[in-house]
């Protein structure tokens, strides 16, 4: 069964930076789409980014493009996620979490169900505050 475990979390004043990274076990990772989501307090948990294991095509949320990376490594069988210009807004909890997707897979809508994705880590706290 597929692991992930999440590091990077913390606080960050607005305009900072923070990079997530996930490490992931257990499974033939090229068949994998890797995403990470993020849920604050009283909201739904929404997609941020996602990762095809295989090419790297990626999919960004229209509210982080351009602020925020996602990128994998094969070798290290680690996906990332560089955030840059934080704002109060990206305060959340962000997990890692993986599925093998239907095909043909949808890039642009790789990250739109969360409920799709069958395994999670267990989340890092993100706090963009001054």
């Known amino acids: 069964q597929l692991q992930l475990v999440e590091s990077g979390g913390g606080s960050v004043e607005p305009g900072g930076s923070l990079t997530l990274s996930c490490a992931l076990s257990?499974?033939?990772?090229?068949?994998?789409?890797v995403g990470w989501f993020r849920q604050a307090p009283g909201k739904e948990r929404e997609g941020v980014a996602c990762?095809?294991?295989?090419?790297?095509?990626?999919d960004t949320a229209d509210a982080v493009r351009g602020r925020f990376t996602i990128s994998r490594d094969r070798t290290k069988n680690t996906v990332t996620l560089q955030m840059a210009s934080l704002k109060p807004e990206d305060t959340a909890l962000y997990f890692c979490a993986a599925r093998i997707p239907p095909r043909p897979i949808v890039i642009a809508s790789m990250c739109d169900t969360p409920q799709g994705f069958t395994s999670w880590g267990q989340g890092t706290q993100v706090t963009v505050s001054s």
């Open positions: 990762v095809t294991m295989n090419l790297g095509s990626t």
């Open positions: 257990g499974g033939t990772l090229n068949n994998y789409i």
